[in-house]
């Protein structure tokens, strides 16, 4: 697996591999119980840790940067709050429940818009900062898999 090489580059593979979780759990037919079980709990796993990297290591990079970052950031942060509380409902059903794909679904919306937002006005600002990306995307990484371990 390559390695991305910086820390925009590790964040967009997280938004891009979240967003194929997302398209694989649509595909599934209406009572294909364990598959979607086996997708929610995959991509609830990889939100969770992906939010947890950006807001450990990723934002607070960001907010020394600049007045210009601290609106983003902000709005980053209450997204991450309200994908954390579905992720938490999510995680406490079972997809035969009222409202499972529901909640999915929405979800799957939420990060879709969050990562957009994220590739389309956060990362271009990004990449004008003096901000060692390799290095920050190093350590997300690490940290990352360390997360990604401790499941």
Excluded: W
Aim: net charge negative; proline share 3%; glycine share 4%.
């Amino acid at each position: 697996m390559n390695k991305p090489k910086d820390a925009l580059a590790l964040l967009t593979a997280d938004h891009n591999e979240a967003r194929a979780i997302f398209n694989k759990y649509e595909e599934l037919g209406d009572r294909a119980y364990a598959s979607k079980k086996k997708l929610a709990v995959e991509v609830c796993n990889a939100l969770t840790v992906h939010a947890q990297i950006e807001e450990e290591i990723f934002y607070p990079a960001l907010r020394t940067q600049g007045k210009e970052f601290q609106d983003l950031l902000d709005e980053a942060e209450v997204e991450h709050a309200g994908a954390k509380e579905l992720i938490a409902q999510i995680e406490a059903m079972d997809p035969e429940d009222d409202l499972y794909d529901a909640k999915v679904k929405v979800l799957g919306e939420q990060i879709d818009h969050h990562a957009t937002e994220e590739e389309d006005e956060m990362f271009p600002k990004c990449r004008k900062t003096k901000l060692d990306l390799v290095a920050l995307g190093e350590e997300l990484l690490a940290r990352k898999e360390e997360l990604m371990a401790a499941l």
